[in-house]
């Protein structure tokens, strides 16, 4: 039986000790937004976090993160609301076909929970890990850029001494 708190519900299933996350949170927990695209942890489309951190979930076994948080694609709306980089890669066309999608709005979420104001240099240091075969990169790049400005001007203002 593994257990993990996935999207912030406690969840267990039994699965085998070999058992790759992708797997099970695609076929034991039907959250098929994660995909696998290279199966060898290069190409980002299975990208999950753990406990905050960046996973390829196609190389992780699921038991050995036992008792962690995950968070996936489905996880990052908030009460149908979607997340800002998920509205910035529909209103600055940061995906195509959709295969890889899932990780790149995963791993930037995740840059922008570690660097809210990044310059566009870091966005594609940051992205490096997450290959996509359709948008030529531009799109994503762009749809970061301004899920950032985004969550920048809607921050709430901090009291002044003014």
């Excluded at 257990?3 to 099970?24: C, H, S, V, W, Y």
Aim: hydrophobic content about 40%; charged content about 20%.
């Amino acid at each position: 039986m593994v257990k993990l708190k996935i999207n912030g519900t406690e969840r267990e299933a039994q699965a085998p000790a070999q058992r790759l996350l992708l797997d099970f949170l695609r076929y034991d927990l039907g959250l098929t937004g994660a995909k696998e695209g290279c199966g060898v942890g290069v190409c980002g489309a299975c990208t999950v976090l753990v406990d905050g951190e960046l996973f390829a979930s196609c190389l992780t076994l699921a038991a050995a993160i036992e008792g962690a948080e995950v968070t996936t694609i489905e996880g990052i709306a908030d009460q149908g609301r979607l997340h800002p980089v998920q509205q910035a890669f529909i209103d600055h066309g940061g995906f195509q076909c959709g295969i890889c999608t899932p990780g790149q709005i995963i791993a930037a979420k995740a840059l922008l929970d570690f660097n809210p104001q990044p310059t566009e240099d870091e966005i594609k240091q940051w992205m490096m890990g997450n290959l996509c075969r359709c948008t030529g990169y531009y799109g994503i790049i762009n749809s970061v850029a301004a899920a950032a400005r985004n969550t920048r001007n809607n921050a709430p203002r901090q009291p002044t001494d003014d």
